[in-house]
């Protein structure tokens, strides 16, 4: 049996601003996103950037690459941005607790829900 968290729950909307397509924003001004930097809070992953206008995926579940010493913990667990593009597990009082439903340590993967 084969297990799949691809689309679930997918919410997305369209915002001014820029990002890079499968990397994670942050809301810099009014209606606008910009890429995060490290130890940034996200509030999306960036699904299409073109003319100045971002859609990113706000809800839902995502699979984005992590990086840092060590792998974030399935359940609950605090993330922010890794300034790459991924994630990154956070320390306690940073970042934003998500559900961590499935994490590849071969790939270096998370999927979470936003």
Same mark, same amino acid.
Do not use: W
């Given at each position: 049996?084969s297990v799949s968290?691809?689309?679930i729950g997918q @919410? #997305? &909307?369209?915002?001014l601003?820029?990002?890079?397509e499968?990397q994670?924003?942050?809301?810099?001004?009014? $209606?606008t996103? !910009?890429?995060?930097?490290a130890?940034?809070?996200f509030?999306?992953?960036? @699904? #299409? &950037?073109?003319d100045?206008?971002?859609?990113?995926q706000?809800a839902?579940?995502?699979t984005?690459?992590? $990086?840092g010493d !060590?792998?974030?913990?399935?359940?609950y667990a605090?993330?922010?941005a890794d300034?790459?593009?991924?994630?990154?597990?956070a320390e306690?009082n940073?970042?934003r607790e998500?559900?961590?439903?499935?994490?590849?340590? !071969?790939?270096e993967?998370?999927t979470?829900?936003?």
């Amino acid at each position: 049996m084969s297990v799949s968290f691809h689309g679930i729950g997918q @919410v #997305c &909307a369209t915002f001014l601003g820029s990002g890079t397509e499968g990397q994670v924003v942050k809301v810099s001004s009014a $209606s606008t996103v !910009a890429p995060c930097a490290a130890g940034d809070d996200f509030c999306g992953v960036a @699904v #299409c &950037a073109k003319d100045g206008a971002c859609t990113v995926q706000v809800a839902g579940f995502v699979t984005l690459p992590y $990086s840092g010493d !060590a792998a974030p913990a399935v359940g609950y667990a605090m993330l922010s941005a890794d300034g790459e593009g991924g994630v990154t597990a956070a320390e306690a009082n940073a970042g934003r607790e998500f559900l961590v439903a499935d994490v590849d340590t !071969a790939a270096e993967t998370v999927t979470i829900l936003l």
